[in-house]
């Protein structure tokens, strides 16, 4: 009876053990550090035209808060009669939705400005890549915006 018992522990432990572990690595896998995502979306695209932003910038441009984020990037053309803009946002999980209108509204800003100015232009802002997954939150206002999705979607 003992080696029945024993047998069946053991059992017990080690298909615990295992969804534990897969639990852990899926989390782990959906969750990539910012600095991972940020590389390979940074390798998957030239941005040799584009400038970073900071803070300030994604501030006045789309108005999110400090508080609602915990990391970015922001690259921009670097004239205001391109339309390209590439937002990668890690999100605090009780402001996804925040951030996200906040970004709807920016680009539907640029749309109407692009509209009747530089149609060319507004075709981007027309294609732009817009996901979510996890925390993050990806916008792509670019010729390249599929293949910055390829690379965003890689990531998780």
Same mark, same amino acid.
């Given at each position: ?34 600095? &991972? ?56 999980? &009780? ?24 149609? &060319?232009?507004?075709?981007?802002? &027309? ?30």
């Amino acid at each position: 009876m003992p080696v029945k018992r024993m047998a069946g522990l053991l059992i017990l432990v080690l298909a615990l053990g295992l969804l534990v572990g897969c639990t852990i690595s899926k989390a782990q896998a959906k969750n990539p550090p910012f600095h &991972e995502v940020k590389d390979k979306l940074t390798k998957a695209v030239d941005l040799a035209t584009f400038k970073e932003g900071n803070y300030a910038k994604l501030k006045r441009y789309y108005g999110i808060a400090r508080g609602d984020i915990e990391d970015f990037v922001l690259y921009r053309a670097p004239s205001n009669i391109k339309a390209d803009e590439i937002l990668l946002i890690k999100v605090k999980p &009780e402001a996804l939705d925040k951030v996200q209108q906040q970004i709807e509204q920016r680009v539907a800003k640029q749309a109407a400005s692009f509209k009747d100015y530089l149609p &060319e232009e507004y075709y981007l802002i &027309e294609k732009r890549v817009i996901k979510v997954q996890g925390n993050y939150i990806l916008l792509a206002i670019s010729k390249d915006a599929a293949q910055i999705a390829r690379a965003f979607a890689e990531c998780f």
